[in-house]
């Protein structure tokens, strides 16, 4: 009985992961386009779903534990789906846990690279702008060209943007 509990909670998960995927890659065009207003509701939407995504994992190591100590391995606290794979006689169960592992595990790598993907674009989108800010910030008497050494204004930088010399 705990075992299906267990599979229940796992497609839960499975279903979470596929809505953050969703969202991940729905992000990307407006990370591109700096669409910031619907941005913000994506991170809205992800920031449940990872809430609710902790909540099952955490509900899913308890159900572990349980189906463990229940079997007599009471040492046993990592929860790991594989090792529940191994442990499981039923063989209805252990294929229905395979699949949902192996669902599991390309649904996080997929995410985790599409995470990637738009950490990368963010921390470009920043150097962009950091970028941007040094050209309007920069100092308009900076050594940008060469400048002759005779010429009028050498070695000579104005210290505010008004000249008070009058």
Not at 7 to 29: D, F, S
Not at 43 to 71: N, P, T, V
């Amino acid at each position: 009985m705990i075992v299906e509990t267990i599979i229940a909670t796992l497609e839960q998960q499975a279903g979470v992961y596929r809505e953050l995927l969703a969202l991940a890659n729905e992000k990307t065009p407006y990370l591109v386009h700096n669409q910031v207003e619907k941005l913000n509701a994506i991170l809205q939407k992800e920031r449940k779903l990872l809430k609710m995504a902790e909540e099952l994992e955490q509900q899913r190591m308890r159900f572990s534990g349980q189906y463990f100590s229940g079997i007599g391995m009471l040492r046993y606290k990592g929860g790991k789906i594989s090792e529940m794979i191994r442990t499981v006689t039923a063989s209805q169960d252990k294929k229905k846990l395979t699949e949902l592992h192996e669902e599991l595990t390309a649904l996080l790598d997929e995410l985790q690279k599409v995470s990637q993907l738009n950490q990368q674009l963010i921390e470009q989108s920043l150097k962009f702008i950091d970028y941007s800010i040094d050209l309007l910030v920069e100092d308009p008497n900076g050594d940008v060209t060469y400048q002759h050494p005779l010429s009028p204004g050498y070695g000579n930088p104005r210290n505010g943007l008004f000249d008070t010399r009058g």
